[in-house]
């Protein structure tokens, strides 16, 4: 059973930094799909970043792009999140989420398995 835990989060001023960690187990990375999603107050669950293939394709929705960097320690089953330059908009709770392949890009419905969730809170 694929198990996800998220921890990290926490609240920042805007342009402030924050790193989201996924504690995985039961599950072989190389072969699964593997995300970051949000959900803001009132607003739909949104992808923010994809890892493929075992951390050596990433992926980021146009918001994030050159402010967020997903990657994943394969030796150490974790995925992390670092965030820098934080916006108010990038106030939600954060989700990792995994999914065997074929992958499902940046659609929630099409991973199974998901964390808890941590809350990020920029305040302006």
């Known amino acids: 059973q694929v198990q996800l835990v998220e921890s990290g989060g926490g609240s920042v001023q805007a342009g402030g930094s924050l790193r989201l960690s996924c504690a995985a187990s039961?599950?072989?990375?190389?072969?699964?799909?593997l995300g970051w999603f949000r959900q803001a107050p009132g607003k739909e669950r949104e992808g923010v970043a994809l890892?493929?293939?075992?951390?050596?394709?990433?992926y980021y929705v146009d918001s994030v792009k050159g402010r967020f960097t997903a990657s994943l320690d394969n030796a150490k089953n974790t995925l992390t999140l670092q965030m820098n330059g934080l916006k108010p908009e990038d106030t939600a709770i954060y989700y990792c989420?995994?999914?065997?392949?074929?992958?499902?890009?940046?659609?929630?419905?099409?991973?199974?398995?998901w964390g808890q969730g941590t809350q990020v809170t920029v305040s302006s």
């Open positions: 989420a995994a999914q065997p392949a074929p992958c499902g890009g940046w659609n929630p419905d099409a991973y199974t398995y």
């Open positions: 890892i493929y293939s075992g951390g050596r394709n990433t």
């Open positions: 039961g599950y072989a990375y190389i072969t699964y799909c």
